[in-house]
């Protein structure tokens, strides 16, 4: 579980645990991640913590190393690590947006190359997405092309292992109550317009976890979200007239 020292994937570790899973919680703050894993052990539940870096290959395959070490097998593999990047694309500086692609894109393939030789039939890799990276909208396109690049590596790697009998799910969380927004890149001090009031993050957890234990093929947290993203595939122009506003300073 990458991207567990706060949010969803905090969230996510104590669902998965209280679920009956063995959990890896991984982030770069082991300070938190080792808080996390006494909640979880106070509460019952089976948890180690690996310091890891995504966009670190090594620091990746030690993660997984020391999953298979403790617990013999690695059967399901949660990508929630991620990082916001704020700005309008005219304006986005390139290193920015770089790191975000190492951190959503590349973190995840990393994670999954490292993780597939040790799993078996019956594994499951749950890639966390975003309803942006569906439709892109103002002001956060650096941070939606992520998404997008993610969907399409999970798209192709599903196929691909469907006969070695590894299902590969994206989830789709639309605007979450966390620190993400707050925590996220900026090309400026600029306004993102309006937002929804989102959901909790144990909502979210709650849709991953299920995720984990079913396969489907893709996962949406609220209907809201599935409309959402039926409506601007099937009327984009409305959703480019609609969105204008969200693109004023």
Do not use: H
Not at 32 to 50: D, H, M, Q, Y
Not at 69 to 97: C, H, K, Q, T, Y
Not at 98 to 105: A, D, G, L, P
Not at 106 to 128: D, E, T
């Amino acid at each position: 579980m990458t991207g567990a020292s706060s949010g969803i994937g905090e969230a996510t570790a104590r669902e998965l645990a209280s679920r009956g899973a063995s959990v890896v919680v991984a982030a770069r703050d082991a300070e938190k991640l080792e808080a996390l894993v006494g909640e979880v052990s106070a509460s019952g539940g089976l948890a180690i913590f690996a310091k890891t870096d995504v966009t670190d290959r090594e620091s990746v395959e030690a993660m997984v190393g020391r999953t298979v070490e403790e617990f013999g097998a690695l059967d399901i593999l949660v990508n929630n690590a991620g990082l916001g990047l704020s700005g309008r694309v005219s304006e986005l500086r390139p290193e920015d947006l770089r790191y975000v692609f190492e951190v959503n894109t590349v973190g995840p393939l990393n994670c999954i190359q490292a993780a597939l030789p040790r799993m078996g039939r019956g594994g499951r890799i749950v890639n966390v997405s975003s309803v942006v990276g569906k439709r892109a909208i103002p002001k956060v396109g650096g941070y939606c092309a992520s998404k997008f690049a993610l969907n399409a590596l999970s798209d192709a790697l599903r196929v691909e292992l469907a006969k070695g009998g590894v299902s590969v799910t994206s989830v789709y969380p639309g605007t979450t109550r966390t620190s993400f927004r707050e925590n996220s890149r900026r090309t400026r001090d600029e306004k993102r317009g309006w937002r929804p009031k989102g959901v909790t993050p144990e909502r979210v957890a709650a849709s991953i976890a299920d995720a984990a234990e079913k396969g489907p093929r893709d996962v949406y947290v609220t209907l809201a979200d599935r409309l959402f993203v039926a409506g601007v595939t099937l009327l984009p122009g409305l959703a480019d007239r609609a969105l204008r506003s969200w693109a004023k300073d």
